[in-house]
């Protein structure tokens, strides 16, 4: 079909017209709230980092920053409605480290693709796992607590807060590499199994830091190891797994910003500037400490790489464990 030059024209200008307001809605992001999606109920560690970096956000970017709490079927229903909005940078993921798992546990449920159905911007905290036991195992060392796991193979138990969480995942690749057997026993959440941790109705827990920090520093919980490449400067005292003879085991668990796949790169350069920056700020480190974490920002293409990782690593435990939850 052939038009006119008057009307080729006409339509050129159109489509500029319609590319203009679209480029400088991206230079001047962001103009309304953003909505900052969890998938945890609040008040949980992953809702406490998302209105920490909310706060600081909301200044740096001059636009509230509101937290939705959807939690649900294992952060699938959060991370399925960030998946699936927009890329305009008003519906973001405040994600941890049950995400990389997702496809690991899950193949008929989910509509989204862990990793490629976003971008991935930065990683804002880290909270170690560390191994504690209660009182019905009365080792100090992780010497001594091999020797007690290895005299009764799968006796000993281990509390996790639930089938095919970081905890659960933590506890078998220790046990790969330690060469123990121990009995998992899941909760539904930390708080209970830690509850009976202390009870001593469970012998051990793979727990993130920030879960079980209050316990340990009163003395009703011991920690033994943390699985960090260098020690906690929350538990300075407490040697890594590394230093106590169980090489290559680490098990971080992060916090962090995901966008939809296919957000301009102008505006996630503006959230990672927003993350970095909150990551280095003083006042975060404060906040962070208390709650067992520390500020973490590794961003772009190495956060992704550090997801792929994951995905790939979790999905060969989860092959190895014949562990499904759908």
């Known amino acids: 079909m052939h038009f006119p030059v008057r009307t080729t024209a006409a339509l050129a200008l159109l489509g500029l017209a319609a590319v203009v307001p679209f480029a400088q809605a991206q230079d001047n992001y962001p103009t309304k709230p953003i909505r900052l999606v969890?998938?945890?109920?609040?008040?949980?560690?992953?809702?406490?980092?998302?209105?920490?970096?909310?706060?600081?956000?909301?200044?740096?970017?001059?636009?509230?920053?509101?937290?939705?709490?959807?939690?649900?079927?294992?952060?699938?229903?959060?991370?399925?409605?960030?998946?699936?909005?927009?890329?305009?940078?008003?519906?973001?993921?405040?994600?941890?480290?049950?995400?990389?798992?997702?496809?690991?546990?899950?193949?008929?449920?989910?509509?989204?693709?862990?990793?490629?159905?976003?971008?991935?911007?930065?990683?804002?905290?880290?909270?170690?796992?560390?191994?504690?036991?209660?009182p019905s195992m009365p080792?100090?060392?992780?010497?001594?607590?091999?020797?007690?796991?290895?005299?009764?193979?799968?006796?000993?138990?281990?509390?996790?807060?639930?089938?095919?969480?970081?905890?659960?995942?933590?506890?078998?690749?220790?046990?790969?590499?330690?060469?123990?057997?121990?009995?998992?026993?899941?909760?539904?959440?930390?708080?209970?199994?830690?509850?009976d941790l202390m009870g001593g109705q469970v012998d051990s827990s793979f727990a993130t830091l920030g879960s079980v920090l209050a316990q340990v520093q009163s003395g009703k919980l011991r920690a033994l190891a943390v699985a960090s490449p260098q020690r906690s400067p929350l538990l300075p005292d407490v040697p890594t797994f590394e230093e106590s003879g169980v090489k290559g085991y680490s098990a971080d668990a992060w916090y962090g910003l995901l966008a939809p796949a296919g957000t301009p790169a102008e505006i996630v350069a503006k959230l990672t500037k927003a993350s970095a920056d909150f990551a280095r700020a003083p006042a975060t480190a404060d906040k962070l400490r208390g709650l067992g974490m520390q500020p973490q920002h590794t961003c772009g293409g190495a956060f992704t790489a550090q997801l792929d990782g994951e995905i790939k690593a979790a999905t060969k435990t989860a092959r190895e464990l014949d562990l499904k939850l759908d």
């Open 139 to 195: 080792v100090k060392t992780l010497s001594e607590f091999l020797a007690a796991a290895r005299a009764k193979p799968g006796e000993r138990t281990y509390a996790t807060p639930g089938s095919g969480s970081g905890g659960h995942f933590a506890s078998e690749q220790f046990n790969r590499l330690a060469g123990t057997r121990m009995n998992h026993i899941p909760y539904k959440g930390a708080a209970q199994a830690v509850t």
């Open 38 to 134: 969890v998938g945890f109920p609040a008040g949980g560690p992953t809702d406490v980092v998302a209105r920490a970096f909310g706060e600081f956000a909301a200044r740096a970017l001059g636009q509230p920053v509101v937290v939705d709490n959807k939690p649900g079927a294992n952060t699938i229903l959060a991370a399925e409605a960030v998946a699936s909005a927009p890329p305009d940078g008003y519906t973001l993921l405040l994600g941890a480290l049950n995400h990389t798992m997702i496809p690991a546990l899950y193949s008929n449920r989910v509509k989204f693709d862990a990793l490629r159905s976003f971008a991935p911007v930065c990683s804002m905290a880290v909270s170690p796992t560390v191994l504690v036991v209660g």
